[in-house]
């Protein structure tokens, strides 16, 4: 069974940059498209990106206008996202999830359902 470990959080200053890393054990994430999700404090879960297991396609939440990169290293079984120009209102708990659904190698879909495999989260704070 797929176990993802999210890592890369921490405070940074609004205008900076962190790399988020989804690593996974247990078993290959090749086969799976990986979405990145965020909650920030008092609001829904919305999601932020998502890659193809070929890692062919991305795609990325509205809000995220160029700031974010999303990639993965599938011989390290390790997906990130690269987060550029932070703002305030990207502060909140970053999620990694594996797509069951999604077999299409070329293809990924921004959604919650059919996400078997969550990590546990890793903070983000941006602030001054």
């Known amino acids: 069974q797929l176990q993802l470990v999210e890592s890369g959080g921490g405070l940074v200053h609004p205008g900076g940059s962190l790399r988020l890393s989804c690593a996974a054990s247990r078993s290959s994430l090749a086969n799976y498209a990986i979405d990145w999700f965020r909650q920030a404090p008092g609001k829904e879960r919305e999601g932020v990106s998502c890659?193809?297991?070929?890692?062919?396609?991305?795609k990325y939440g509205d809000f995220v206008a160029g700031r974010f990169t999303i990639s993965r290293d599938n011989a390290k079984n390790t997906v990130y996202l690269q987060m550029n120009s932070l703002k305030p209102e990207d502060t909140g708990v970053y999620y990694c999830?594996?797509?069951?659904?999604?077999?299409?190698?070329?293809?990924?879909?921004?959604?919650?359902?059919?996400?078997?495999?969550w990590g546990r989260g890793t903070l983000v704070n941006v602030s001054s």
């Open positions: 999830a594996a797509d069951r659904i999604t077999t299409n190698r070329a293809e990924c879909v921004i959604r919650e359902y059919g996400m078997d495999y």
């Open positions: 890659i193809s297991s070929s890692g062919v396609l991305a």
